[in-house]
Nanobody, 120 residues
């Protein structure tokens, strides 16, 4: 069974870059037909899709966050990483990584989520 675990700092200062890593176990991030996603949920709001990286290494981003977002991967560690630059308090949220099956759009597994607070 595939498991995902987010890690990274829980507190980031405004204007800095938020960096989170998702470590995947029980399956390879290079396996076909999978998209490796980042999703966040600000306090009191719904889920917001941030972007994903494909099993082939191509990355796609939400238009509203594209200018500040980068998703990359380290296949040797079976990890993928989110970087969000120039953060503001509005980027405070619980951040999740998730595996999506590409041909169905099903969110198959989620990480537990990690709280990130942007504050000076």
């Amino acid at each position: 069974q595939v498991q995902l675990q987010e890690s990274g700092p829980g507190l980031v200062k405004p204007s800095q870059t938020l960096s989170l890593t998702c470590t995947v176990s029980g399956g390879s991030i290079t396996s076909a037909y999978h998209y490796w996603n980042w999703v966040r949920q600000p306090p009191g709001k719904g889920l917001e899709w941030i972007g994903y990286i494909t099993s082939g290494g191509s990355a796609y981003y939400s238009p509203s966050l594209k200018s500040r977002t980068s998703i990359s991967r380290d296949t040797s560690k079976n990890q993928f990483t989110l970087q969000l630059s120039s953060v503001t308090p509005e980027d405070t949220a619980v951040y999740y990584c998730a595996r999506v099956i590409s041909y169905s759009g099903e969110y198959a597994e989620w990480g537990q989520g990690t709280q990130v607070t942007v504050s000076s």
